[in-house]
Structures are given as structure tokens and as C-alpha cells.
């Protein structure tokens, strides 16, 4: 099956700081999606993008879908912004969303 | 609009019981998904189903669980003589169509056998 994977695996950020957060995939896809596991648990859709760029406040993502790449860049970062980042992708042939070990970020006050 | 409910939030079992994990999907939404978080690991996918049928089982353990989606009410996702491995976070989620739409997700399941 296609393999999903991300970097790095651990972050720490003091606030106020940028980052960017990679996931490669290893096959042609037709949906990512990237999403945020806050501390209670609960995962949060940020983005649907599986090819081009979006934006959404401090956050905005772009996929390369031709080199099987997508980045996920979290600009002037708050401590709510903790948690763990998924990068989730689903094949033509496939029904699910296959997902990556995610991305753990802390961000210190 | 209500997004995708699942029901209990919290479920404690002890070793040998049924648990029943109950998930609505977002209005108008006929495909449903199910997938299992262990501790410390990301989602797993188990099973996707569309009104009264099973599409997708390949991720589902053969043995113990099951899923149905019947033309009225919740996905029911049933786990029967659960052991201490089955402690996970379920997560359901649903989806306009298939092929290339949005999955919204619900808040999960966590359950806890004792």
C-alpha cells in the first residue's frame, strides 16, 4: 500500500516562531488532507488540498502532487497550536485515508 | 449543521463484554468510515460503508468486530468479548461521495477495557 510519511516527528517552537512540516507520499494520490490532533484528542480538518496552495490565517499548506510532497507552514505560532499534525492521503484505487506517524509540536510561551 | 456525532465520548469495558460504538454522520452524508487510533500511533482505517452495505472491510481484525450502517439511524461499529489490546481511540468519519471528497471527522470513541 502507499506509504505516507512525515517530518520531522517532534517540534519545539517558542511562540511567536515559523515552521514547516513536510509530508512525502510514495504514489499517485487524489486526496490530502491535513489535520490537527488537539491535546483533548480531537482531530480538526485544516486542510483539503491535494494538489495547488491554500491559505487560512497562519496556517497555509501547498501539495506538489507531481513530486509527492505536501508542506504544511504554521507562521508566528501561538501555544493553542500545539498538538500533533496529520497528513492524510487516499489513492484512486483506494477507499480510505491512509495517514502519516504525524508531526508533534510543542510551543512554549 | 451538526458535524459528525459519535456516542459515548468514554467507554469502559471489562474484559469479555460487548461494546457498541455509535456514530451520525454529517447531514446528507451517506458514506461513513471507521478508524482506530492506538495509544501514542496515527489512524488506522477498518471498515467503510455506505447505507446498508459494507464497501471496504479490509482493515477490520476478521474476528470479534463488525459493522453496520442500516438505512435508519447511526453506523454501529460492535467489538464483542473485547480484550485489553481493543483500549483505542475509534474515530468516525464521513463523506459526501467517495471519490474525492472531504472526510469530517467526529470526536472518537475512547475506550478503555479494564
Known amino acids: 500500500g502507499i506509504q505516507v510519511e512525515q517530518s520531522p516527528p517532534d517540534l519545539i517552537l517558542q511562540e511567536g516562531a515559523n515552521s514547516t512540516l513536510r509530508c512525502n507520499f510514495s504514489?499517485?494520490?487524489?486526496?490530502l488532507q491535513w489535520f490537527h490532533q488537539n491535546p483533548w484528542g480531537q482531530l480538526i480538518n485544516l486542510f483539503y488540498?491535494?494538489?495547488g496552495t491554500k491559505q487560512n490565517g497562519r496556517l497555509s499548506a501547498t501539495t506538489v502532487a507531481t513530486e509527492r510532497y505536501s508542506l504544511l507552514y504554521i507562521s508566528s505560532s501561538q501555544t493553542t497550536d500545539s498538538g500533533v499534525y496529520f497528513c492524510?492521503?487516499?489513492?484512486?484505487?483506494?477507499?480510505?485515508?491512509?495517514f502519516g506517524g504525524g508531526t508533534r509540536l510543542m510551543v512554549k510561551p | 449543521n451538526a458535524g459528525v456525532m459519535q456516542n459515548p465520548r468514554h467507554l469502559v469495558r471489562r474484559r469479555g463484554q460487548e461494546a457498541r460504538l455509535r456514530c451520525s454522520p454529517m447531514k446528507g452524508h451517506s458514506h461513513v468510515y471507521w478508524y482506530r487510533q492506538l495509544p501514542e500511533e496515527g489512524l488506522k482505517f477498518m471498515v467503510y460503508?455506505?447505507?446498508?452495505?459494507?464497501?471496504?472491510e479490509s482493515g477490520m481484525p476478521k474476528e470479534r468486530f463488525s459493522a453496520e450502517f442500516p438505512k435508519e439511524g447511526p453506523s454501529i461499529l460492535r467489538i464483542q468479548q473485547v480484550v485489553r489490546g481493543d483500549s483505542a481511540a475509534y474515530f468516525c468519519?464521513?463523506?459526501?461521495?467517495?471519490?474525492?471528497?472531504?472526510?469530517?471527522f467526529g470526536p472518537g470513541t475512547r475506550l478503555t477495557v479494564l
Open positions: 504514489d499517485s494520490v487524489n486526496n
Open positions: 468519519a464521513s463523506s459526501l461521495d467517495r471519490s474525492t471528497d472531504t472526510q469530517y
Open positions: 488540498i491535494p494538489s
Open positions: 492524510a492521503v487516499r489513492t484512486n484505487a483506494g477507499n480510505m485515508l491512509t
Open positions: 460503508l455506505q447505507k446498508e452495505n459494507i464497501i471496504d
